[in-house]
C-alpha cells in the first residue's frame, strides 16, 4: 500500500479564515513533507519532518503552520492567506531522509484563498 | 548548485506512436540520485523510477524504458506504443548526496495522447 491520503481535496478560504490540511500515511514512513505547486510550475519544497521533528523550512511564511502530531500524521495549519498563495498542496512521504529514498504523494489539496 | 532541464514542455502524439522525454542534470557531486514522476490531471505525483549515479544500466517497465547516460548527463524517458492514459506532466528530478533532502525538479514536459 503505497498511500498518501490529503484532505480535503479542494478548499476555498477567505483571507481572514483559519483552516487546516491534513496529510495521513501508513507506510511506516518517518519523513513527510509538504509541497506548493502552482500552476503549470513544479512542486516547491516549503516543510520536511524528519522522526516528527520540523527538520527543513525553506523560509515559509508564518502564516503557513506546519505540524506532525506523530509519524502517520501531517497538518498545514493555514490562517491569513494571501491570494497568490492559491496553488496545490502536496503532501509526500518517504522512508527516511536519505537521498537514495524515493517520495511517495498524496492527490494533493487545491486552495483558492479568496 | 544543481539543475535539472526538461526542454519539452509539451508534446502531443497519436495514440500507438513512441515518444521519448528528455531531461538533462546538472551537479558537480559524484554520487546522486535521478528520478520521474507522472503527474496526471488529478494531481497526484506518481513515482515511476530512481536511478542511481553509479548504475548506468537502461531499464525497461512494460511499455515504459529509461536510458541513462552519464556521459552526456541525460537520463531519458521513452514510452512505447503510447496510450491515451499516459497524458499526464511528467516531471524529472534530481537529488544529490551531499545535499540536502530537497528534490530539484525540472519545468516538467506536458504529455498529450491524442486518439
Known amino acids: 500500500d503505497t498511500e498518501v491520503t490529503q484532505t480535503p481535496k479542494h478548499l476555498v478560504m477567505g483571507m481572514t479564515n483559519k483552516k487546516s490540511l491534513k496529510c495521513e500515511q501508513h507506510?511506516?514512513?518517518?519523513?513527510m513533507y509538504w509541497y506548493k505547486q502552482k500552476a503549470k510550475k513544479p512542486p516547491e519544497l516549503m516543510f520536511v519532518?524528519?522522526?516528527?521533528?520540523?527538520?527543513i523550512n525553506e523560509s515559509v511564511p508564518s502564516r503557513f503552520s506546519p505540524e506532525c502530531p506523530n509519524s502517520s500524521l501531517l497538518n498545514l495549519h493555514l490562517h491569513a492567506l494571501q491570494p497568490e498563495d492559491s496553488a496545490l498542496y502536496l503532501c509526500?512521504?518517504?522512508?527516511?531522509?536519505?537521498?537514495?529514498?524515493?517520495?511517495?504523494f498524496g492527490q494533493g489539496t487545491r486552495l483558492t484563498v479568496v | 548548485a544543481q539543475k535539472v532541464t526538461q526542454a519539452q514542455t509539451e508534446i502531443s502524439v497519436v495514440e500507438k506512436e513512441d515518444v521519448t522525454l528528455d531531461c538533462v542534470y546538472e551537479t558537480r557531486d559524484t554520487t546522486y540520485y535521478l528520478f520521474w514522476y507522472k503527474q496526471p490531471p488529478s494531481g497526484e505525483l506518481v513515482f515511476l523510477i530512481r536511478?542511481?549515479?553509479?548504475?548506468?544500466q537502461n531499464e525497461i517497465s512494460g511499455r515504459y524504458s529509461w536510458n541513462f547516460q552519464k556521459s552526456t548527463s541525460s537520463f531519458n524517458f521513452t514510452i512505447t506504443a503510447s496510450q491515451v492514459v499516459d497524458s499526464a506532466v511528467y516531471f524529472c528530478a534530481l537529488r544529490t548526496f551531499f545535499g540536502n533532502e530537497k528534490l530539484t525538479f525540472g519545468t516538467g514536459t506536458r504529455l498529450t495522447i491524442i486518439p
Open positions: 519532518y524528519s522522526y516528527e521533528k520540523l527538520s
Open positions: 507506510m511506516g514512513h518517518r519523513a
Open positions: 536511478r542511481n549515479s553509479f548504475d548506468e
Open positions: 509526500a512521504s518517504s522512508q527516511s531522509l536519505s537521498r537514495d529514498t524515493e517520495a511517495f
